[in-house]
């Protein structure tokens, strides 16, 4: 079965940026993607990636975040960049499209000042 773990999150203020880490036990055979899951709110999509490198954004985060892998690391990372207040959620990292029973424990992000 395979395991996420994401890293990286933290407490940052508007218009900073962080860098997100995801170790999976393997990720070459899947697309990847990023989710967010703020308070009250549903599970969302973020990014994703497929094993070739072709990358998709949800509208709210294009032009900020950008997704990447290094499969020999069997790492995803998302650069989050300019980060607003709305992006406050914790972060996880799955197969895109997720496997089931595979989520991790993510890592939450906090934008404020």
């Known amino acids: 079965q395979v395991q996420f773990v994401e890293s990286g999150g933290g407490l940052v203020q508007p218009g900073g940026s962080l860098r997100l880490s995801c170790a999976a036990s393997r990720t070459s055979i899947y697309a990847m993607g990023w989710y967010r899951q703020a308070p009250g709110k549903q599970r969302e999509l973020v990014a994703r990636i497929t094993s070739g490198g072709s990358t998709n954004y949800a509208d709210s985060v294009k032009g900020r975040f950008t997704i990447s892998r290094d499969n020999a690391k069997n790492t995803v990372y998302l650069q989050m960049n300019n980060l607003k207040p709305e992006d406050t959620a914790v972060y996880y990292c799955?197969?895109?499209?997720?496997?089931?029973?595979?989520w991790g424990q993510g890592t939450q992000v906090t934008v404020s000042s």
């Open positions: 799955n197969a895109y499209p997720t496997i089931i029973g595979t």
